[in-house]
């Protein structure tokens, strides 16, 4: 997926509350971000909305506090933004509002790529007409890229659409906790270089924060995550700052320090 604008900094009032740090209480801070911004799956205990999931509107703005601009007729696509618990590789770093075992399924797209190539994404793609909707999507280009087995993925929802005019893409993105993890690695090479499990404590450490210059001379910045060598930016870097803002996981960091896109070097700080 293509990077975008930077999003402004989630206020307080717009956070999910965070007092239970439980591997349950994630579940459900993820259930309840779901609740007050997006559409619940149709077979979800209490769903009442009758929006389709493939036609969930992009009306972004309130949610993603993007100014989006839109295309006349984009393509849909979705993204599987799928946390769970890794109890093996718990996070370096001690965060007080998220469990150390709590993590986010990414890629590494491979190096080959003509668009995007080597930005660390979310699993997902293109709608197919076969799909039925976009969780069905989510799911089978996350399955298609990592191996994961979809039926041990929860699915919790789907949240506003983000029109993506630079790719002519509406990106859906569907929100998931990894019920039963399966194991997960590369499935062709010539679509993704890495997959792995982040562990979110780690992406929210501030000394792990930053904004990224787009590369080539661009205008923007968009936020980023430098997590050892691996340096998240862009579109990614950008729902992922919001959603963690949203659920009140995210600490205060020094968004003055700027590193460039390729290199990982500090331009500003």
Do not use: K, Y
């Not at 041990?152 to 019920?179: D, I, T, Y």
């Not at 959603?243 to 205060?252: E, F, I, N, R, S």
Request: proline share 10%.
């Amino acid at each position: 997926m293509p990077e975008t604008p930077a999003s402004p900094r989630p206020t307080s009032r717009d956070a999910v509350g965070t007092s239970d740090a439980s591997l349950a209480g994630a579940r459900d801070q993820l259930a309840d971000l779901v609740a007050r911004w997006g559409a619940a799956p149709a077979d979800a205990p209490g769903h009442h909305d009758p929006v389709s999931l493939t036609t969930v509107p992009p009306e972004a703005v309130p949610m993603w506090g993007f100014d989006w601009p839109r295309s006349g007729d984009p393509r849909p696509s979705a993204v599987l933004i799928l946390f769970g618990a890794l109890d093996d590789v718990p996070a370096r770093h001690d965060a007080e509002r998220v469990h150390p075992h709590v993590d986010v399924l990414l890629t590494q797209r491979a190096a080959t790529l003509r668009q995007h190539a080597g930005q660390i994404a979310f699993p997902g793609g293109r709608v197919d007409p076969e799909d039925g909707d976009v969780v069905a999507t989510a799911l089978r280009e996350a399955q298609e890229e990592t191996g994961l087995d979809p039926a041990g993925v929860e699915v919790l929802g789907v949240l506003p659409a983000v029109p993506v005019v630079v790719s002519g893409h509406v990106v859906h993105p569907v929100l998931g906790w990894w019920r039963d993890p399966s194991r997960v690695a590369v499935v062709d090479q010539a679509e993704a270089a890495a997959v792995f499990r982040m562990p979110v404590a780690d992406l929210v450490d501030p000394a792990n924060r930053c904004r990224v210059a787009r590369p080539g001379g661009r205008r923007g910045e968009t936020p980023g995550f430098l997590v050892g060598e691996r340096l998240v930016w862009g579109f990614t870097a950008a729902l992922l700052d919001r959603v963690l803002g949203l659920l009140g996981w995210d600490v205060p960091w020094d968004d003055s320090r700027v590193r460039d896109a390729r290199t990982h070097e500090i331009l500003r700080d």
